[in-house]
């Protein structure tokens, strides 16, 4: 199976309360952007899932929007800054299905990837996950060092 894990496009530094987030305009360009290249790099998610915040949501629409995806992006609990990336693993394992896409946050993000691909959720895998990276995970169980990262976009 194929996972598509992927962080968030530029978010404005503050606001009211971090759920507040929104994208800002290179935000939204580069959650485009990174959608593009998903397709042109041949992925077509099946199922798009994100966390809560609107940040997410909002780079799972353009990423949809951009993509020409017939799915709708399902809001998540446990996948945001605060929650732990262990739990947050087993809420994806919970939802994945091939080609899935998963919006989220860091730190957690790059410490599931590590986890999953170096058994150490410490790994600092390359390329770094600057605003709107998307690492793509092929496995066959949620287990720690046995994923193989295939592939990676950036904006």
């Known amino acids: 199976m194929h996972i598509i ?3 968030h496009g530029e978010a404005v530094p503050f606001a009211p309360n971090d759920a507040d987030r929104t994208l800002t305009p290179k935000g939204k360009s580069q959650a485009m952007n990174t959608g593009s290249q998903l397709k042109r ?3 077509s998610p099946e199922a798009v899932y994100c966390s ?3 940040r997410a949501q909002q ?3 353009l990423v949809i929007d951009v993509m020409r995806l017939d799915v709708i992006a399902n809001k998540v609990e ?3 800054p605060e929650d732990d990336w262990v739990d947050a693993i087993t809420m994806i394992e919970n ?3 091939n080609n899935s896409l998963f919006v989220f ?3 957690i993000l790059t410490q599931i990837v590590g986890h999953l691909t170096e058994s150490d959720p410490r790994y600092v895998g390359h390329p770094h996950a600057i605003p709107a990276t998307a690492y793509i995970l092929q496995l066959d169980a949620f287990l720690p060092g046995i994923a193989t990262l295939v592939g990676s976009y950036q904006p």
Request: charged share 15%; aromatic share 4%.
């Open 78 to 80: 446990g996948i945001t």
């Open 5 to 7: 894990l992927m962080r």
């Open 52 to 54: 809560t915040l609107i």
């Open 59 to 61: 780079t799972a629409e």
């Open 95 to 97: 939802r994945a299905s």
């Open 105 to 107: 946050h860091q730190p």
């Open 41 to 43: 790099g041949g992925w």
